[in-house]
């Protein structure tokens, strides 16, 4: 299933012209729920949704789609095992942060490959807290 924050699934939404992952399960963990696709299989997370989280990965693996606040709150919450970071080549200026305050948080490269189009493709496993 996928898991993503509201930036994240209000983007998808507004610049794909519609929902694109209707066959798969997909959850937003959000304060509100703005759910725009009801009929697509997408769920608010807005009760406890680090709780929900940890029962759904009890379940289910999980593709966290985009958004650095939620990365942060999962790193913090220990609901990440694995990290995969897209890098492209290009100068954007200050942008915005990806990933806010974890300190403590311990993680070994466990992959890099550069893929055809320049993008450095790295999978980080997490390693546990100091």
Not at 87 to 102: L, Q, Y
Request: with cysteine; hydrophobic share 35%; charged share 15%.
């Amino acid at each position: 299933c996928l898991l993503m924050g509201a930036n994240t699934y209000n983007y998808i939404f507004e610049h794909w012209g519609g929902w694109p992952h209707k066959s798969k399960r997909s959850f937003v963990v959000s304060h509100y729920d703005t759910n725009v696709t009801p009929d697509c299989g997408v769920e608010f997370l807005t009760e406890e949704p680090l709780q929900r989280v940890y029962e759904l990965k009890q379940e289910t693996d999980m593709l966290v789609v985009g958004g650095g606040k939620l990365l942060t709150s999962l790193i913090k919450a220990g609901l990440l095992d694995s990290l995969t970071i897209y890098t492209v080549p290009v100068m954007a200026g200050n942008g915005i942060g990806f990933v806010g305050e974890t300190s403590g948080s311990l993680w070994k490269l466990s992959e890099s490959r550069v893929l055809d189009n320049g993008v450095v493709c790295s999978t980080y496993l997490f390693g546990g807290n100091i």
